[in-house]
């Protein structure tokens, strides 16, 4: 369903029924200290947004993939940074790693052209509206500044991994945050999973730290035993969803999510309408 869904987006980003309302709120708190702030699948750039008003003088560094997207992430952005001291840089690009690098300076991004999140391949049970497009890739190392004290949002529809494979750099200095949507598809291009995260985590010297349904902080952590035990208390939320998407037959999957989407849809009709 194509109709008005830039406006759609509008509503669930900055609305009174976005998404991520609750975790706006403690944003405050996740950004103390924080002089760069990189915004990874920014999408209309909600995130950017709330990293504007609450950071001095900071660099903020917005990265989208649909060009239809972007366009409007560029416009919000120009409007956010003259009424800040931050400097908001917009790049229309997808993030990944050296692995997809060394192939090639770019990759295939599949947008749907609808509200759906595309990403670097298609969720068939999500939309049937994929289109595929060439965009240039990056990656987060490309923006990692040793004495910044950084703070990373990824929202990626399932290639968080690739996203934190190209951020070594960022996760060995320790002086990096990573803000982390997990999706429980995990990454069906290259047939790895949720469960690779959080081994990558663990091995990566970083405490995983469940924060709203399946969104995670990850953060610097020395201690080991610290580590393991942060990162087992999220082994149970992430295997349902890893068991829904591997178990589930795809019929049901698809139903859930299409009714999901058109209850949203309708809801934004009714708000729309009053």
């Not at 809801?267 to 309408?273: A, G, P, Q, T, V």
């Amino acid at each position: 369903m194509k109709r008005d869904f830039q406006e759609y987006l509008a509503w669930t980003y900055f609305g009174e029924n976005a998404f991520d309302r609750a975790e706006f709120k403690r944003l405050e708190d996740l950004l103390r200290d924080t002089t760069r702030f990189i915004d990874v699948g920014a999408s209309h750039g909600v995130y950017t947004y709330h990293a504007n008003r609450i950071l001095e003088d900071a660099d903020i560094i917005a990265i989208e993939a649909d060009p239809e997207r972007f366009a409007i992430l560029v416009e919000n952005a120009r409007k956010w940074e003259s009424e800040s001291t931050n400097r908001i840089r917009c790049i229309n690009a997808a993030a990944s790693d050296e692995e997809d690098r060394q192939r090639s300076p770019e990759i295939t991004f599949y947008a749907t052209g609808t509200q759906i999140s595309g990403g670097l391949f298609p969720v068939s049970e999500r939309s049937d509206d994929y289109s595929p497009t060439r965009v240039p890739l990056v990656c987060v190392d490309d923006y990692f500044e040793q004495s910044a004290a950084t703070f990373v949002k990824i929202d990626v529809e399932g290639a968080e991994f690739r996203v934190l494979m190209g951020a070594r750099k960022h996760i060995s200095s320790g002086n990096t945050r990573f803000f982390t949507e997990i999706s429980r598809w995990g990454d069906r291009a290259r047939g790895t999973s949720a469960f690779e995260v959080l081994r990558f985590c663990l091995q990566s010297g970083m405490r995983v730290d469940r924060r709203l349904r399946s969104d995670y902080l990850f953060t610097s952590e020395p201690d080991t035993r610290a580590r393991r035990w942060a990162v087992a208390k999220c082994v149970p939320p992430i295997a349902i969803r890893v068991a829904f998407n591997n178990f589930v037959p795809d019929r049901v999957r698809t139903w859930r999510e299409r009714r999901e989407n058109q209850r949203r849809l309708a809801r934004f009709d009714s708000s729309s309408s009053e």
